[in-house]
């Protein structure tokens, strides 16, 4: 999307929350290219996704099939969670301690609905993780995750779309910042995604 | 700002009193002042007419001491009249308002075909009272600005002479979306009265057009009725009131007239489809104060931010929350009712659970919570300020066509 809410004539100040995107675990797994949006401290952080588009915070259905407890002084869960296409890997601290709470409580395997941010993390050695910092996660049923699907799906296809025309800012920066990548695969990957789901 | 304008506009009123005004040093003088300070372009033009008056010693707008008789002014009409002008002009006093400080002598609105404006007269100004409903000529008063209104002040050298015959004045109301901050009139009906939230308003609530919906305001004054919710109303000489970048209408100088028809009015009435993305504190079940009229919603301690402690509250349900269609969040609010047919959480099993569990209201929260986080839903209702008050909310269901759609999509182009 090539026009910005915000520049769209809102009085200055006027608070925007950002979007939750819809974005398969086999796109964002992709994303190494992480950014600011102003010099602020407290400017938002955005994962810039290979088909051209900032994500501040993503929003995921899929299977929770694992999660664990770590840390002895913080504490912290991390989780993994399945789409059609991949794996999304969850974590949430005591800094959201309500998040925490609620993923404490799910016992795996159950659909969820999780808001969070995406992190790129720096492993040791040298590979990038993807991960979702959980802002809420509930557990939900089955209908629900095929409409994600169908929502992802139709999002990540819009997306492919406009990467073909070209000419947003935040495409023009995915193509330099991921010039392996052909946006046409996510095309593939969203079928696949739809085609999993049982008429 | 366009410089060059009003540069030239600065100009041209000092050289019709014979002063050479540049107007190139005039635009420097103004893009100094906007583009280095800061300044408010209307503040900058302003300050610059009144440094050049000094120089060439000329009495400055908005000053109020030494009028120029005659020659200075042009005769022109309201809606042409721009803050910083001389103005001479023929209209009608259509509203007086009680004056609010010792220094102005009356207050209240003026008009004529073109449009209308507020007006002052200052106590200093010696001025004849003008009375509601007549005409007068008003020669060399000032129109500055207050609050980014255009406002005629009416000075010691400005000379008021009544006008005997009554001439016909129709104004034309304006769709609610073409109002702009100062003077107004619609043609709107009444969609929504809404508590007092003040003890000296009389109403407040919403009006709407085909355009759109603005909100209004009444305070209480002899005279004054309230308007009867679902009338049409022909509403001129209203205040418009610019809040955080939203207009009201204040109605207390305005002329009202009721009419015997009906209008549509838009909808502003949308249909978001997303996925609730956040629950709000605040959410759940509510106590909300019993004073009549007031019905805040209470703290934990029964506290009213007016009332005080209020031991006999009454529950409610309610959920604010966000709703993310992935492009946009929208904040949304949900009623009583909507709250029970989206959750299955009724008012009165929410009270049980309040009352009984040992969690009590928190408990609600968090059944809610979890029955609607992360579901998609769709909900209708009005737009305002930012946030939909949802009027109904159902679920989305899992369409096999939309299905089939995406299918096609995804792999028709591969």
């Known amino acids: 999307m090539s026009a910005n809410p915000r520049d769209t004539g809102r009085k200055e100040g006027a608070f925007e ?68 296409t991949g794996t999304f890997f969850i974590m949430a601290g005591s800094y959201q301690p309500e998040a925490m709470q609620q993923l404490a409580k ?24 993807v991960s979702v910092r959980v802002e809420s996660i509930t557990v939900v049923d089955k209908d629900t995750r095929d409409l994600w699907v169908l929502d992802a799906a139709e999002r990540t296809l819009d997306r492919v779309d406009a990467s073909k025309a070209g000419t947003a800012p935040d495409v023009i920066k995915a193509k330099e910042q991921y010039p392996t990548i052909d946006p046409a695969v996510f095309r593939k990957m969203a079928y696949d995604a739809l085609a999993q789901i049982k008429i | 700002m366009d410089f060059s304008e009003a540069a030239e506009r600065i100009s041209r009123k000092f050289s019709k009193d014979g002063q050479p005004a540049d107007p190139k040093k005039i635009e420097g003088k103004l893009r100094r002042l906007v583009q280095e ?30 009028g120029r008789s005659g020659g200075g002014t042009e005769e022109k009409t309201i809606a042409r009249a721009a803050p910083g002008e001389w103005v001479t002009f023929e209209g009608k006093v259509v509203a007086l308002s009680a004056p609010a400080s010792p220094a102005i002598a009356q207050g209240g609105i003026i008009a004529d075909e073109s449009g209308a404006i507020r007006f002052v007269v200052w106590a200093k100004a010696n001025a004849p009272a003008m009375t509601e409903g007549s005409w007068y000529r008003i020669e060399s008063a000032v129109v500055d600005e207050y609050k980014g209104v255009a406002n005629l002040k009416i000075h010691s050298g400005t000379t008021i002479k009544e006008i005997s015959e009554d001439r016909a004045l129709i104004p034309t109301p304006v769709p609610i979306k073409d109002l702009h901050p100062g003077i107004g009139g619609v043609r709107a009906k009444v969609i929504q009265e809404w508590d007092a939230s003040h003890e000296r308003m009389l109403q407040s609530g919403l009006l709407g057009d085909e355009s759109g919906t603005i909100k209004f305001v009444m305070w209480k004054e002899p005279g ?103 492009e946009k969040t929208h904040n ?65 269901k899992f369409e096999s066509s939309e299905h089939a759609a995406l299918l096609n999509r995804a792999g028709g182009a591969s």
Request: proline letters at 5%.
């Open chain 1, 17 to 84: 929350r950002e979007p939750a995107r819809r974005v398969f675990a086999g796109e964002l797994r992709e994303c190494r290219y992480q950014f600011k949006d102003g010099e602020d401290e407290k400017s938002p952080t955005f994962v810039l996704l290979p088909t051209g588009e900032r994500s501040n915070r993503i929003f995921l259905v899929g299977t929770l099939t694992e999660k664990q407890r770590q840390g002895e002084q913080n504490i912290f869960y991390r989780g993994r969670v399945v789409d059609p």
């Open chain 1, 106 to 129: 799910v016992e795996a395997p159950a659909f969820v609905a999780v808001i969070g941010k995406p992190n790129l993390y720096q492993k040791p050695d040298g590979s990038v993780l």
């Open chain 2, 37 to 66: 300070f800061g300044v408010q372009p209307s503040e900058a033009e302003r300050s610059v007419t009144n440094e050049l008056a000094k120089e060439y010693n000329l009495p400055s707008a908005g000053s109020g001491t030494g």
């Open chain 2, 224 to 326: 004054k009725e309230k308007l009867a919710i679902g009338s049409v109303y022909n509403i001129f000489y209203a205040q418009v009131d610019e809040f955080n970048g939203r207009l009201s209408l204040n109605l207390n100088t305005a002329t009202i007239m009721q009419e015997d028809a009906d209008i549509p009015v838009s909808g502003g009435e949308s249909a978001v489809r997303g996925s609730i993305v956040h629950i709000a504190p605040g959410s759940g079940i509510i106590k909300r104060c019993p004073v009549e009229g007031c019905n805040r919603a209470l703290s934990r301690q029964n506290y009213c931010p007016v009332h005080e402690i209020q031991p006999n509250f009454v529950y409610d349900l309610r959920i604010k929350g966000w709703l993310d269609d992935g």
């Open chain 2, 332 to 396: 949304i609010l949900l009623q009583r009712d909507v709250v029970e047919s989206l959750t299955g959480i009724s008012l009165d099993a929410a009270k049980e659970i309040a009352e009984n569990n040992p969690l009590g209201m928190d408990e609600v929260f968090l059944r809610m919570r979890d029955a609607v986080l992360g579901r998609y839903v769709i909900c209708h209702g009005r737009e305002f300020d930012n946030r939909i008050l949802v009027n109904k909310c159902e679920r989305v």
